[in-house]
């Protein structure tokens, strides 16, 4: 089963979650991030090549035009090699694990396994960026501290300050009674700031 | 079932190899009722609520029906498919087989269900057959793989003969199946070593978290896949090895002469520490030469370097074993570079014109320090200065320059030979070519050395003295004392800076030739498998009603962690000086040394 909806990002850009349905234990979101715009591209590569130009009229060196050219070509190929996402899913398959995988321009893809033994809930944190934004995020075991928390990762690099519309909460994979009724609550605006808040008051959800 | 009520009925123990054959149920002669394995009563705890996961190897998606030989991992609810028994064996001699496994590997491998590969339509007593083997081979829960020919459809069934411990939980399971690589598994290493208790007393399975369980099955049963089909066995296996064993003429030669040949160089190596360690060498003069001299420091770190990798005992772990790979493989590419050097610099006779040079070049450099000197002693940028210790610093340094300038005169003749020589040097390594070089450029430009300390003291003592006095007199009288030798020690700033950053950069590149973990990257590069950060799924071709299939793949660590993970010690006689700390001593006037003193941070 396949559903596909679009949002808009904090930064304006369009991006489409599609929700997939394998099996009763498989399920994936995937976001699909704004493209690169030609736009920003001729913008960043005429200012580059005009401030070559204009050092070169001063210097008379003919290298600074060729070295102007690779630094735009690396550049460019830096930046989708490196940085820009063009899409994000969130595969969790039951008893087993999530899954998140960041698939690049340039085609390259990094994956991260979580396994279900590592993770201790998954919790939606506020942040504040200028207007508040929600994200998802994973809260990972201490192998130390039974009641302690190792590491919050973040799910979707990307985030919307509509994901809470887009996870409902009945959707959502089969983690654990309790992560669900901590969304229910969640979802009722009494939201988590921080993961110090989580630790202290944990009771105060029952 | 007939195969049951035959089987309880004609007990004969005296039939104890009756050789178990597909067919119709009532071609079986005297099938014996065994007592139920050991592997039973650990499977037959399970964790409610988990779906069942059955880890099977790629290579057995193709091989005929059989029997599904493995590990049931209660905790996770996951069994790892390890080999396929085909037909006909005898259930006594697959038991031997397992007892041989566990004992080799101590890993409990069970007989976990049956596999049907279904080549024509109309098997139905196949598979009425391999249902009936479940009473031979009691295991919790019996797993029910088969496919079709040809076709991806698959279907899992996991049953269970034991009463459900809560009402409502269902008698079949859920299965999910997760394929797997199994020649990557085995020879791929997790990142990090899950941290597996060493387990002396009794047969009981060390209990890895999660996935690291399967990996840890595949390595411990090595055992089991070391027979292929050629070999004439009681038992046919089909597994990753089952074509043909894996082997190497190369790695077998190197391995037989390996032995003899590190016994070799291990003597020569300690013959050459016991000389090195000789009392003569312990004397005054001679150890504070050694202890500062670079290149000393090098060849000590080699030879340490390499007892380590032709030592003769074996390495305990794989992180012993890659850091000896490491060594060896720095080591070669560090010989090879040294020899590239050395055919250069023989290749067009290129010493001679560099010893030449050398002179002309000293001179000129002592000539330009002279009209400094003179310059300073006048009235350098119109400044008025105390006339008198002008004239006694002046011509202080005036005099060292003159006595290094006869120095280099005297030494002109053997320069040839000794650069000669520093050539031969780089058979050993390029590092000690450099680490020598770097030697002759400290001894090269001694003289700037000394005028620096001079400067730098005279200044520190100025410094100090003002400071004293800016305390005393703060914002009540003008300082009227002022810095004679400041303009000089700035330029001998300049210059020793450029000298320490010369030996700075020399420095890094033996560091860097020393410490980079050059195997584990051509690992990483070549056999990405082989290091692991984890792993990835990958969910396969589904249809309604089927079990769900994924596709588990090694997911290779990433090179930055490769270089902090296996990264070599390095030398740490190389001072390395901090950009910071480095401005912040020659505005204080604190000395910067170019060996490593005693207080300093290791790095």
Redesign the interface.
Known sequence: MEDERSFSDICGGRLALQRRYYSPSCREFCLSCPRLSLRSLTAVTCTVWLAAYGLFTLCENSMILSAAIFITLLGLLGYLHFVKIDQETLLIIDSLGIQMTSSYASGKESTTFIEMGKVKDVVINEAIYMKVIYYLCILLKDPMEPHGISQVVPVFQVSTEQLSKVFSPKKICYLSPFSAFLLLLMFSRNVNSSCQDYLRTPDSYF | MGLVSRGAAAAGVGAASAVVRPGPPHAVPHPIPTPPPEGAALGSSRVP???L?AFFPTCCASADSGLLVGRWVPE??SAVVLAVVHFPFIPLQVKELLAQVHQAGRVGLAVLGTWCHRRQEAEESLGHFLEGLGTIFSHEPWLQLCREQGSKLWSCKATRRQVPPCPGAPYED?V?L?FYDQRKVLLSQLHPPAALPDCLAGDAAPSA???AAVFDTVARSEALFRSDRFDDGPVRLSHWQSDGVEASILAELAKRASGPVCVLLACLLSLVSAASACRLFKLWPLSFVWSKLSVCEQLRHRLEQLTLVFSTQKAENPTQLMRKANVLVSVLLDVALGLALLSWLRGKDRIGPLAEALVPVADHVAEELQHLLQWLMGAPAGLKMNRALDQVLGRFFLYHLHLWISYIHLMSPFIERILWHVGLSACLGLTVALSILSDIIALLTFHIYCFYVYGARLYCLKICGLSSLWRLFRGKKWNVLRQRVDSCSYDLDQLRLLVVAVQGLMHLLVDLINSLPLYSLGLRLCRPYRLAA????R?LE?EAGRP?R?LMQI?PLPYGRVVHTYRLPSCGCHPTHPWGSLCRKLFFGELIYPWRQRGDKQA
């Open positions: 609520g988990m779906v996961k996770q609810s859920q999910m997760v978290g999660g996935l984890g792993v990835k799924f969910v589904h769900l994924l997911n």
